[in-house]
C-alpha cells in the first residue's frame, strides 16, 4: 500500500502564525511600511476617525537628523509615487525581503494610484509560505482619505485557496468579491480600507498634521478595527541614515499583539521600521534598505 506523500507546508505547525504574522505586518508597510495596523465592533459604526497631531513629549531630542535621502515635496494630500525594499525578520531569524512600489496613474478628477507590495522568503520561511506574497491595490483620494478600488492577494502558491481579490463599489456602498474562496459581500462603510490603503490612510493624516485613532479594515472576508496610538520621538540609524521618526502603535481592541511603526516626517512619513510584538516577544520586523523616488 503507498500512502500519500506528506505535505510539509500543510502539516506544519508554525506556518500559520508565521502567515498570520508577515500579513499583519504587510498591512502596515502598505505605505506606511505595510505592515499592519489593528481593527473589532460593527462595521456598520466604526468609521476612520482623526484629530490634531500629537505634541512633541518633553522627552524628544531638539535636534533634527538629515537623512541621506528626501522625498520631493507633496500638498500633503498626494502621494510621491517611489519604492523602498526592507529586510524582513521573523522571531530574530532573517526571513526575505519585501518591496513597495507606489504609482500615480494616470486619468482626471480624484488622484488614482496603484500600490504593490512583493515580499520573498528565504531560508527557513521559504519552508513555511509557498513562494512571493504579492499584494495589490488601486485607489483614488478623496476629502476624506483614501478610497480603494480594488484589492488582491496572491500567496505565491499553485492553489488559490489563500488568494484574495475584493472590490470595493462606493455607489453602491459593497465590498463584493473572494477571500480564501470564500465569498465576500459586506456593507461598504465610510473610511474604510483595505490591507494596503489602511497603512497609506496613516500616513495621508500624518502628512497633513493629524493623528489617526481608529481606522476599519476589510481582512479577508471580515472588517475590522484598529486603534492606533503615538508612543513619542526616536531617532534611528538606517541605511539611509540617520532618521528622526515619529513612533505610532495599532492594536485590536483587546488585543496583546501590537504593530509599532517608524514614520519618518522628512521622508514625507514613509515607514522606516516596523515591528509586531506580542506581549515581550517580537515576532516580525521590518527595517528599510533602499528607496527611490518614481518621479
Not at 520573498?120 to 509560505?129: D, E, I, M, Q, Y
Not at 488582491?152 to 484574495?164: F, N, V
Not at 474562496?181 to 490612510?201: E, F, K, R, W, Y
Not at 479577508?220 to 508612543?231: L, P
Request: glycine residues 8%; proline residues 6%; aromatic residues 6%.
Amino acid at each position: 500500500m503507498t500512502l500519500p506523500a506528506r505535505n510539509p507546508l500543510r502539516s506544519n505547525p508554525h506556518r500559520q502564525p508565521c502567515r498570520r504574522a508577515l500579513r499583519r505586518l504587510l498591512h502596515t508597510l502598505g505605505v506606511s511600511i505595510v505592515g499592519a495596523s489593528l481593527l473589532g465592533t460593527s462595521i456598520l459604526g466604526v468609521t476612520s476617525r482623526a484629530t490634531a497631531a500629537q505634541p512633541t513629549p518633553a522627552t524628544s531630542t531638539a535636534a533634527t537628523a538629515t537623512p541621506t535621502a528626501t522625498l520631493p515635496a507633496t500638498n500633503g494630500k498626494t502621494f510621491t509615487p517611489h519604492m523602498a525594499r526592507y529586510a524582513v525578520r521573523y522571531r530574530g531569524i532573517d526571513a526575505g525581503t519585501s518591496e513597495i512600489r507606489l504609482e500615480a496613474l494616470g486619468g482626471e478628477g480624484e488622484p488614482r494610484y496603484r500600490f504593490t507590495n512583493r515580499s520573498t522568503p528565504k531560508g527557513l520561511a521559504a519552508l513555511f509560505l509557498p513562494g512571493v506574497i504579492t499584494q495589490r491595490t488601486t485607489f483614488t483620494i478623496a476629502s476624506d482619505g483614501l478610497r480603494p478600488q480594488e484589492y488582491s492577494l496572491d500567496d505565491g502558491g499553485k492553489s488559490t485557496a489563500r488568494d484574495i481579490r475584493l472590490t470595493f463599489d462606493w455607489g453602491h456602498k459593497r465590498v463584493t468579491g473572494v477571500a480564501e474562496n470564500q465569498a465576500v459581500d459586506l456593507p461598504l462603510a465610510s473610511g474604510m480600507q483595505d490591507a494596503l490603503t489602511v497603512g497609506l490612510q496613516v500616513r495621508w493624516l500624518l502628512q497633513q498634521g493629524r493623528a489617526p485613532q481608529r481606522l476599519l479594515m476589510v481582512e479577508k472576508a471580515k472588517a475590522k478595527d484598529y486603534d492606533y496610538a503615538f508612543e513619542g520621538r526616536e531617532r534611528l540609524q538606517t541605511a539611509l541614515g540617520p532618521v528622526d521618526t515619529l513612533v505610532w502603535s495599532s492594536r485590536r481592541p483587546g488585543s496583546d499583539r501590537v504593530t509599532r511603526t517608524w514614520y519618518a516626517p522628512a521622508l514625507a512619513h514613509v515607514a522606516v521600521k516596523a515591528e509586531q510584538v506580542d506581549g515581550s516577544k517580537v515576532l516580525m520586523s521590518f527595517s528599510i534598505l533602499s528607496w527611490q523616488s518614481l518621479r
